[in-house]
């Protein structure tokens, strides 16, 4: 019995060598080759921006096996299946207008033995004028296929079109965290002179103040004790009472307010500007782009943002973000869109620009917005490298800004 056994393993292990040198071996399967979109996923989503006019977006054909003959290629932006999308997504988008956009290389081909067609364009352009209330969805799908089956699971592309926020995170300076420019702004290095011998200036930023009755005190916007500075509330002033502080002619700075109008809500977003006439001795305040203080006849004197200030005891002050002083002055409170410009701008162009700006724009030395969304390094976007540095490792806080949609900005 255990040599029948033994004459029947022999037999099977001959059997199975047969067969196995028998089999031919395919190198890319037993399946149909059929064309495809090669991507990773069937829609994308462009998130559409005042500032962000244009976009452009590239895919092509691919096939598992190499073809044996060119196979062309016809893709084509499809109305039609505007609906289709809707009902698989539960969603109400409209047609992407023609005038919107326009898809190149479309008509595109596989080479024999390749498995892979060229790049096919897609270009948005113009998409400041898209009413971006509604969602708009461009479906560019394959048409056709010359003498091979198309895979229907991947031969259509959806671009959906969604208005987006302008501001998406900001950064908390909570527990007495600021901003700090000491290594940049020492009036010694290249990047600091462009702050420097300022004699029409415009400040801004976009604050969100913490409740003012659980912290008290100063709270500090940014520029420098003693010569430039935007601060909260002050000796004798109300606790939400908006202050600047300038330099004067004859030395150490004038501080203005208002009691009535220069009042900045506490929990609610609200923009701040300033601007400063140095030989008209004129200063306007701006509050959510409303005039809140406008006073001329002053006597001021060339303001420098990039150099400290060294006061009676010789302490040297920098220029900040959120802290003046000394501590027990930090903000305590949201911030975003900080921005030094050396010309004084109107109110229509601050109104106009409350969340964001070209960073190229003309007279525009400083910008901080405040978008890095990790990291304790605010970079300047003006590309003048005056990056500013956190206290202490920073919070970021996700938002949605404007929290109504603008109309244009």
Not at 184 to 197: E, I, M, R, T, Y
Not at 249 to 266: H, Q, R, W
Not at 383 to 391: K, V
Request: with cysteine; charged share 20%; net charge negative.
């Amino acid at each position: 019995m255990k040599r029948f056994h033994t004459a029947l393993l022999a037999a099977c292990a001959v059997l199975l060598s047969l067969t196995g040198c028998n089999k031919k071996p395919a190198p890319f399967g037993d399946f149909d080759n059929k064309v495809y979109i090669d991507q990773n996923t069937s829609v994308t989503t462009l998130l559409v921006k005042p500032s962000a006019t244009t976009d452009e977006r590239s895919f092509h054909a691919a096939t598992p096996k190499p073809v044996e003959r060119e196979v062309k290629l016809l893709f084509e932006a499809n109305e039609s299946l505007v609906a289709e999308y809707n009902r698989f997504y539960g969603e109400q988008a409209e047609m992407l207008p023609a005038t919107y956009f326009e898809v190149t290389g479309g008509e595109t081909s596989i080479a024999a033995g390749s498995t892979r067609s060229a790049d096919v364009t897609v270009r948005f352009h113009d998409l400041g004028q898209l009413d971006t209330r509604s969602l708009h969805v461009l479906p560019v799908t394959l048409r056709s296929a010359e003498g091979i089956a198309v895979l229907e699971s991947a031969r259509t592309l959806y671009y959906v079109l969604r208005g987006a926020a302008i501001i998406n995170v900001v950064a908390d300076l909570e527990d007495s965290n600021y901003i700090a420019f000491d290594k940049v702004l020492d009036g010694q290095s290249a990047s600091s002179k462009v702050l420097n011998g300022l004699n029409t200036l415009t400040m801004e930023a976009l604050v969100r103040c913490h409740d003012y009755v659980l912290e008290p005190g100063i709270k500090t916007v940014m520029g420098i004790e003693g010569h430039c500075l935007i601060r909260i509330s002050d000796n004798g002033l109300a606790p939400n009472q908006l202050q600047v502080v300038l330099p004067t002619s004859y030395g150490g700075g004038t501080n203005f307010t208002e009691a009535s109008t220069c009042l900045i809500p506490a929990n609610e977003w609200t923009h701040i500007a300033v601007t400063c006439d140095v030989a008209a001795g004129r200063v306007v305040v701006y509050i959510n782009g409303e005039v809140s203080l406008d006073k001329s006849g002053n006597s001021f004197s060339a303001i420098n943002l990039g150099q400290p200030k060294n006061d009676a005891q010789g302490k040297a002050h920098y220029f900040n973000i959120g802290y003046s002083y000394a501590s027990g002055r930090e903000l305590h409170g949201e911030i975003c869109e900080c921005r030094i410009w050396n010309v004084v701008r109107t109110q229509e162009e601050i109104a106009s620009h409350v969340y964001e700006v070209d960073p190229a724009s003309e007279g525009l030395v400083a910008y901080w917005k405040f978008d890095e969304g990790t990291g304790d390094t605010i970079r300047d976007q003006t590309g003048n490298g005056n990056n500013g540095t956190a206290d202490s490792p920073l919070k970021w806080t996700e938002v949605s800004l404007p929290e109504t949609a603008p109309d244009a900005n």
